[in-house]
Structures are given as structure tokens and as C-alpha cells.
């Protein structure tokens, strides 16, 4: 049974890439950063298809930790790095920590893990690195400097690893979604979100379904590519 491993996988996007996956065929194993209970009825309605391990991925230590775990004979077939964290705010003042908080959530973490695990892939001579950014890398918007700066570093990043990867039969991608139904869109928009949706040319924001869907398509071998950022919305850039 090919393996694959999801970070960031209670809420929203990782949620629905865990489930496309494991109707694929793949066992999955995700990691979950606070919310152990949903993990664990995540992990349980898979039963012995689905294992999941919790990781702060704010903390670079506890990163390298976790990927101690992961050698040849473990790397997943497929690596999907979906976690994030907004953390909008204006640009001004004292913005230290909240520059190395998200990141290093964002940018560092999950390119120290497509770092180890896309070298185990090599070795095997196949793999498919996904990263889930967002359309916040190429749309700026007052208060969301670090964030999109953060996912604009992503996607350069897995432009580049392509180069260095391709030629071992490893594919990388970057679906960039634009506003999504998930917990992280309703927390930042709050009582703006109908507002938002109502700017938007389509009326409507993406599912999270959606968004794993095109995921899965890559994993598949459907979408014939590598090295690229594929965005994903209703119209979001136009405006």
C-alpha cells in the first residue's frame, strides 16, 4: 500500500486531502498541532489505514524530532504540507516575533521537511512534494505582509527544489487556494465574511473538497507538472 503523510491535518484542507488520499489507496499518517481530540476521530474512522503523531511546527526542534522517525524504509510516496497559520496584522512596530512565529510555521517547517523526506524520495527514484500556499503570495493586502511573504517564499522554494529533484523521478507543486470554507477564513474575516464573498465576481468561495480534489489529481499523475504553482479560486485576483 503506497504511504503518504499530511501535515496539518484536523481542520479544513488537510482534512479533505486526508480523506481523497485514503480513498485513493494511500495509508496516511498526519500530524495535528493542538486539536488531539478531532485527531483521534479522524484516526479512528480509518481505522488501521490512517496513524497520526501531534507536532508543534512552530518549534524547529520538535520538527527535526519528528523527521528522526522518517527513514528509507518509512518516506511516504507522497508528502503533503498543509498546515498554516494567518497572522495578519499591520506592518509597524515591534513585529519580531510575530515574524518568526509564522515563519517559521509557515516557510521553515515545511521546508526542512520536504528537505528530508524529498531526499529519501530521490533515493527511491519517485515522490510527489505538494505544498498548500496561497493566493495571499501574489495578492497584497494591508495586514497580511508576513503571511503572503511567508507563501511567496514557499513557492520560490518549491520552484527551485524541482530543479534539483526532477531528474530523480520526484514532482513538486504548489496549490494556492484562494478564499477557502475553513476555519482560518472565517477567523480572519469574521463579520466581513459575506462581504468578502459578495466582492467576489463568482459569489462563492472554494471548499476545502475542492481543493483536495486538484490535490489528488496531482498525486495521480492527472495534472502534468512540476515545479509550478497552480492557483485555485472565484475570481480573487481580479479585484
Do not use: W
Not at 516575533?97 to 517547517?109: P, Q, V
Not at 505538494?130 to 514557499?154: D, E, F, M, Q
Amino acid at each position: 500500500m503506497p504511504k503518504a503523510i499530511v501535515i496539518g491535518g484536523t481542520a479544513g484542507i488537510g482534512q479533505s486531502i486526508i480523506k481523497g488520499l485514503i480513498e485513493a489507496g494511500y495509508a496516511v499518517h498526519f500530524t495535528y498541532n493542538s486539536n488531539g481530540e478531532q485527531a483521534d476521530t479522524i484516526r479512528r474512522q480509518y481505522g488501521e489505514q490512517c496513524t497520526c503523531s501531534q507536532l508543534d511546527l512552530g518549534s524547529l526542534d520538535a520538527v527535526s524530532a519528528f523527521l528522526t522517525t522518517i527513514d528509507s524504509a518509512s518516506a511516504p510516496d507522497v508528502l503533503v504540507n498543509s498546515a498554516g497559520m494567518s497572522a495578519d496584522a499591520l506592518s509597524l512596530g515591534d513585529v519580531r516575533a510575530r515574524l518568526e512565529h509564522a515563519t517559521t510555521i509557515n516557510y521553515m517547517a515545511p521546508v526542512i521537511i520536504a528537505c528530508h523526506i524529498g531526499k529519501l524520495m530521490t533515493g527511491r527514484r519517485s515522490g510527489t512534494i505538494v505544498n498548500i500556499t496561497s493566493i495571499a503570495a501574489k495578492r497584497p493586502k494591508a495586514g497580511n505582509a508576513i503571511y503572503g511573504s511567508a507563501k511567496a517564499a514557499l513557492e520560490r522554494f518549491t520552484a527551485t527544489l524541482a530543479l534539483e529533484v526532477a531528474r530523480f523521478k520526484v514532482r513538486t507543486l504548489c496549490v494556492s487556494p484562494g478564499f477557502v470554507d475553513t476555519p482560518m477564513f472565517h477567523k480572519f474575516s469574521g463579520a466581513n465574511a459575506r462581504d468578502i464573498v459578495r466582492e467576489m465576481p463568482t459569489r462563492e468561495i472554494l471548499t476545502a473538497d475542492q481543493v483536495a480534489e486538484t490535490v489528488l489529481l496531482f498525486v495521480k499523475g492527472q495534472i502534468k507538472s512540476t515545479g509550478t504553482t497552480l492557483v485555485l479560486g472565484n475570481g480573487e485576483l481580479v479585484f
